[in-house]
């Protein structure tokens, strides 16, 4: 692939093209709009280069086809949206705490429930944290270009293999269907992470036993002669199930510090004209397309406005929100909800500088006209 393969492509396209350079061989899914192109695309593309895919019989069996999958040593991913999102909770805390790399992408839609299938929203934000039960951290990235989905697939593959844990792309309605220009990577040149391998021999191997200081165990796939017992419950070393309350704090915590110790290799963030900033936009999303263009025409009126657009949703960035919070008067959270981001804003910003939200919940995206008149009102 040439350095210049310039394409004009879909969001869903992009998904499955940086799925693919990133290594995926599995594709497990059910189809629900918006994000069904995921699934036909990768339908169409894994079985030419040797992967698997599958359509299941519901979003439970998907994500579990999955796990078996990652279990395996496949890289796999699947696709939702929605009602499909919910449904997929029980499996995205198996993998949590079985630590089973893979990858759920979440097209957002208007909810609850059925909703507005094929309008744009962005009332996942809070689900894609909190949605499985249990005291846990989740990696959760949302582009908001065609380019950026594609280079965000292939992140999110990276931090699944990395850390062991699944990640979630949180997209929504319009990044999923809009179409853009896209110079394709030379796929050579890119970065791929792929999960540890057992260095012991199988009579010593413990599948979650952590050492040399790093709190990711290493992985082997099932079939490789190596004793593996996974899951759902507590459990030891060994992957056995345990009551112990010692053990139950020891391997919780791990599972929630191999990511908030990390926050400088997770954490990623796009920071426009906030220089000379004295007061900021946090969007995110399509929505920060619009907070750009709003940015634009506010600063030819002679506001100094900048914005602050979270990659990394979670965990969220918050050594730099509070860096932006001492600097500036204002924030205002823009989002296609009634104020879930907002919320984590407030809690990390709100000591320092007034902090401010705009939402909708209309299945139309923001306008720009709407985050002006918004930002004058004060």
């Not at 999955?66 to 995205?92: D, H, R, W, Y």
């Not at 909703?115 to 944290?129: E, F, N, V, Y």
């Not at 017992?229 to 199930?241: A, C, I, K, R």
Request: net charge negative.
């Amino acid at each position: 692939m040439a350095d210049n393969n310039v394409v004009l492509m879909q969001g869903n396209e992009a998904c499955v093209e940086g799925a693919l350079i990133a290594g995926m061989k599995f594709y497990a899914g059910y189809p629900i709009t918006p994000s069904t192109e995921i699934a036909e695309i990768s339908a169409s593309k894994l079985p030419k280069i040797g992967g698997k895919f599958i359509q299941m019989e519901d979003e439970i069996a998907s994500i579990s086809a999955v796990i078996g999958a990652s279990l395996a040593g496949n890289k796999a991913m699947t696709a939702t949206s929605g009602p499909g999102f919910s449904l997929k909770q029980e499996g995205i805390g198996y993998a949590i705490i079985a630590e089973v790399p893979c990858v759920i992408v979440n097209v957002q839609r208007g909810g609850p429930s059925t909703g507005l299938p094929t309008s744009p929203a962005q009332g996942d934000i809070m689900q894609a944290r909190w949605g499985t039960h249990g005291e846990h951290s989740i990696i959760a990235l949302c582009p908001s270009t065609v380019k950026e989905v594609l280079d965000v697939t292939i992140r999110a593959f990276n931090l699944s293999e990395k850390y062991r844990t699944p990640v979630i792309i949180l997209m929504d309605e319009v990044v999923g269907h809009m179409r853009e220009k896209v110079e394709l990577p030379n796929p050579s040149k890119i970065e791929i992470y792929n999960r540890k391998k057992p260095t012991s021999s199988p009579d010593d191997y413990m599948p979650y036993k952590v050492k040399d200081g790093d709190i990711v165990p290493e992985m082997p796939s099932i079939g490789e002669g190596y004793r593996y017992h996974v899951t759902g419950l507590v459990h030891d070393e060994y992957g056995f199930p345990t009551n112990d309350s010692s053990i139950a704090e020891k391997l919780i915590t791990r599972l929630v510090e191999k990511i908030e110790s990390n926050l400088d290799d997770i954490v990623e963030y796009e920071e426009y004209r906030l220089a000379d900033a004295d007061e900021a936009i946090i969007a995110y999303g399509s929505t920060a397309r619009s907070a750009k263009s709003a940015i634009n025409l506010l600063r030819e009126k002679g506001r100094k406005i900048g914005l602050f657009r979270p990659i990394t949703i979670w965990p969220s960035p918050k050594q730099q929100i509070e860096i932006l919070a001492k600097k500036v008067k204002r924030i205002s959270v823009i989002e296609m909800n009634l104020g879930q981001y907002y919320l984590e804003i407030d809690r990390i910003a709100g000591k320092y500088t007034n902090v401010t939200k705009y939402g909708s919940v209309n299945g139309e995206l923001i306008s720009p006209d709407e985050i002006i008149s918004f930002i004058e009102e004060d």
